[in-house]
């Protein structure tokens, strides 16, 4: 497990960036936490400085969205998913679960 944030420091509709065995980025949406591999899979872009909306995440730099509940795209230019990860809040604190890296599926 890896200590992301305290869950009063990611408010909902934001997002924070923690660094593991690959940066991972979580996002607080529609009441739920998500997270996913923090780099974009068509170039080296960080996700959690995308845009979300509601249960996706919009790429920064070339505007690929990623679905935050799977890791699958939803529109090009990224064709592969991201990884996605459980998420566990213990004593509100935010953890995320690396040992159970879920690839993406459709
Ligand atoms: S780097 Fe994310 S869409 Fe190009």
């Given at each position: 497990?890896?200590?992301?944030?305290d869950?009063?420091?990611?408010?909902?509709?934001?997002?924070?960036r923690?660094?593991?065995?690959?940066?991972?980025?979580?996002?607080?949406?529609?009441?739920?936490?998500?997270?996913?591999?923090d780099?974009?899979?068509?170039?080296?872009?960080?996700?959690?400085?995308g845009?979300?909306?509601?249960?996706?995440?919009?790429c920064?730099?070339?505007?690929?969205?990623f679905?935050?509940?799977n890791?699958?795209?939803?529109?090009?230019?990224?064709?592969?998913?991201?990884?996605?990860?459980?998420?566990?809040?213990?004593?509100g604190?935010?953890?995320?679960?690396?040992?159970?890296?879920r690839?993406?599926?459709?």
């Open positions: 497990m890896i200590r992301a944030c869950l009063a420091d990611l408010p909902e509709g934001e997002s924070v923690v660094l593991g065995h690959v940066p991972i980025a979580v996002f607080h949406t529609e009441g739920q936490l998500y997270a996913i591999d780099t974009c899979t068509h170039q080296d872009a960080s996700l959690s400085d845009w979300l909306e509601g249960c996706f995440v919009e920064p730099l070339h505007e690929a969205s679905d935050l509940r890791g699958m795209p939803t529109c090009l230019p990224a064709k592969r998913p991201v990884r996605t990860y459980p998420v566990v809040v213990t004593d604190v935010i953890y995320v679960d690396t040992t159970n890296i690839e993406g599926v459709a």
